[in-house]
């Protein structure tokens, strides 16, 4: 499977909760691929965050794809409610899941793709028996809960293994990395394997605005992409 174009999906936590509605559509005229909304229940992750209707009231303010992820203790419960209020893809935690791949059935059922998150503690042997149900594959690159966390650099063979996982699949399965993620860490996270990434703080603080951030972490990627190809390595893969 041909490595898939990169993708950036900024974090709303960040953003200003006065006037989310208008940061939603900023990021869209940024350019973003997608947008993810951090749904923390004060239990799974010791913060309170966005409800269903919160998100529902900002879905008319962006044509980009919404994203929940669902850092909650009983997802199934409220899987529903987020796919209603305009999430085209929910994913949940392997932590949280008793019946996974029932859980997972269930968020296709209702529409959307189904995706998994794992925190750092957590190995991809977790998800290994229900690929089929992935949509996409989340390494938490911070133990969630909090924005402006530093990336846990250790997780790249992680990155890795779950790249090694996925490519065995031959199936089109976005690996997301979220939590840390800059343009002093994008670089490190695409080489280990990601293609997909989730940006929160270093979007909002970059001192140039939003779309700057966007174009530097792109061009970053594109560099990145571009190395690789020209990497001795790649040529031997390559068969050059
Ligand atoms: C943390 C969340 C992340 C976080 C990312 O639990 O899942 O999405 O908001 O923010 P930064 O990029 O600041 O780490």
């Not at 939003?210 to 972490?217: D, F, L, R, S, T």
């Amino acid at each position: 499977m041909p490595p898939r174009s990169p993708l950036i999906v900024p974090s709303v936590l960040p953003a200003d909760f006065a006037r989310l509605g208008d940061d939603v559509a900023a990021l869209e005229k940024a350019g973003v691929d997608r947008i993810q909304w951090d749904v923390m229940d004060g239990h799974f992750v010791p913060n309170l965050t966005f409800g269903p209707d919160v998100i529902a009231a900002c879905r008319s303010r962006a044509a980009v794809g919404f994203e929940a992820h669902l850092m909650v203790s009983n997802p199934d419960d409220l899987l529903g409610r987020y796919v209603e209020a305009g999430c085209e893809l929910v994913i949940v935690h392997a932590e949280t899941c008793t019946h996974l791949h029932k859980t997972l059935s269930q968020i296709r059922a209702l529409g959307a793709r189904s995706g998994v998150a794992l925190n750092p503690a957590t190995g991809i042997g977790a998800v290994s028996h229900v690929v089929d149900l992935l949509d996409l594959l989340l390494v938490m690159t911070v133990n969630p809960g909090f924005g402006g966390q530093a990336y846990i650099a250790e997780m790249e063979p992680k990155i890795a293994e779950a790249r090694r996982m996925i490519d065995a699949t031959g199936r089109d399965i976005p690996l997301e990395v979220d939590g840390g993620i800059s343009s002093e860490t994008i670089g490190a996270a695409a080489a280990a394997g990601a293609d997909t990434f989730v940006v929160g703080s270093a979007l909002f603080r970059n001192p140039d605005g939003i779309a700057a951030q966007v174009a530097e972490c792109r061009a970053i990627l594109a560099a990145a992409t571009e190395a690789e190809a020209g990497s001795p390595i790649s040529a031997i893969a390559g068969g050059k």
